[in-house]
């Protein structure tokens, strides 16, 4: 079956680190951007980093508030895409999703997003 699956969330104290993957099922994701999102109680989901093909040349691309502490990485053997995340502050509690987009990391409105991983980020 084609699908994308979120793992590696968990709970962790301010300041640590969660590396979370985006595992592909049924189609190869090498072909497509792949973005990571983020989304609070009660606010809209938030675009976090965002990962070109690997045809278009791989570039990574971060919102300001997680660059220097997130990193985004594509296995394509493994089919799956990661994201390091260091430094974690409390801020970055979120439910995180994964989607396919553009080659050039084009993400259009409709999408079916999966059930995501929760990062908690408490003392």
């Known amino acids: 079956q084609v699908q994308l699956v979120e793992s590696g969330g968990g709970l962790v104290q301010p300041g640590g680190s969660l590396r979370l993957s985006c595992a592909a099922s049924g189609f190869a994701i090498d072909g497509y ?32 508030s997680v660059k220097g502490r997130f990193a ?39 999408y079916n997003w999966g059930q995501g991983t929760q990062v908690t980020v408490s003392s």
């Open 72 to 110: 985004i990485s594509r296995d394509n053997a493994k089919n799956t895409v990661y994201l390091q995340m260091n430094s974690l502050k409390p801020e970055d509690t979120a439910v995180y999703y994964c989607r396919t987009g553009g080659s050039n990391c084009q993400f259009p409105a409709d």
């Open 33 to 64: 951007a792949i973005g990571w999102f983020r989304q609070t109680p009660g606010k809209e989901r938030e675009g976090v980093s965002c990962i070109r093909s690997s045809g278009s040349g791989g570039s990574t691309y971060y919102i300001d």
